[in-house]
C-alpha cells in the first residue's frame, strides 16, 4: 500500500514536466497525454525497483522515448500539421511567438533525433544522461543533437531572416 501511494505522488510532482517532454516528442496533446499513460502503466508494473533507482523519472522518460519510437514506427501516417486548437502544455518559459514552427520543425525529424534533442535541450538532460536514456553512446547524441539542430536551423532560419528584414 504505501508503493501505490508513493507512486501516486511520483505521478503527481512529475506529470507536468513528463507531459511536456511528451508533448515535444509526439506534437499533439492527446498523443503525449497517452503516451505519458503508457510510460507510467509500464513504471507502475516495476514500481518496487524503479523507485529504488536513482533517478525514476529517467526510467519514465526512457519509456516514453521507446514508447513514442514504437508507435510511429507501428503507425508511419503522414504528419499532420499543427491546429490552432492544439494548446501546448505548460510552459515555464512563457509564451513564445514561434512555438508552432518550432514543433512543426521538431516533428519533421526522424523519432530517434527528436528524442536527442528534447532531452538534451528541452528536458535539459546532460549528454550522458541523454545517452542513457536513449540506451546508445554520448558519441551518439553529439552527433544526433548536431544533425538535428543543423536541420531546425535549415528550417526555422529563413523565417527568422524574413522577421528581421
Known amino acids: 500500500m504505501a508503493d501505490e501511494q508513493q507512486f501516486r505522488e511520483f505521478v503527481e510532482r512529475q506529470w507536468a514536466v513528463l507531459l511536456r517532454t511528451a508533448y515535444l516528442?509526439?506534437?499533439?496533446?492527446?498523443?503525449?497525454?497517452?503516451?505519458?499513460?503508457?510510460a507510467l502503466e509500464k513504471t507502475h508494473r516495476k514500481w518496487g525497483r524503479v523507485s529504488r533507482m536513482d533517478s525514476p523519472v529517467a526510467y519514465v522518460r526512457k519509456a516514453?522515448?521507446?514508447?513514442?519510437?514504437?508507435?510511429?514506427?507501428?503507425?508511419?501516417?503522414?504528419?499532420?500539421?499543427?491546429?490552432?486548437?492544439?494548446?501546448?502544455?505548460?510552459?515555464?518559459?512563457?509564451?513564445?511567438?514561434?512555438?508552432?514552427?518550432?514543433?512543426?520543425?521538431?516533428?519533421?525529424?526522424?523519432?530517434?533525433?527528436?528524442?536527442?534533442l528534447v532531452l538534451r535541450y528541452f528536458a535539459d538532460l546532460s549528454e550522458a544522461e541523454t545517452a542513457a536514456a536513449l540506451g546508445?553512446?554520448?558519441?551518439?547524441?553529439?552527433?544526433?543533437?548536431?544533425?538535428?539542430?543543423?536541420?531546425?536551423?535549415?528550417?526555422?532560419?529563413?523565417?527568422k531572416e524574413r522577421e528581421n528584414a
Open 64 to 116: 516514453m522515448v521507446n514508447t513514442a519510437v514504437s508507435w510511429r514506427r507501428r503507425r508511419r501516417v503522414s504528419e499532420v500539421p499543427l491546429l490552432a486548437g492544439d494548446a501546448p502544455v505548460g510552459d515555464p518559459y512563457g509564451p513564445l511567438d514561434q512555438r508552432r514552427e518550432v514543433i512543426a520543425a521538431l516533428r519533421s525529424l526522424p523519432p530517434r533525433m527528436r528524442a536527442v
Open 136 to 159: 546508445c553512446s554520448v558519441g551518439s547524441v553529439k552527433s544526433q543533437a548536431s544533425r538535428g539542430l543543423d536541420r531546425l536551423r535549415a528550417v526555422l532560419g529563413p523565417a
Open 25 to 38: 516528442l509526439t506534437g499533439d496533446r492527446g498523443h503525449a497525454e497517452d503516451l505519458v499513460q503508457a
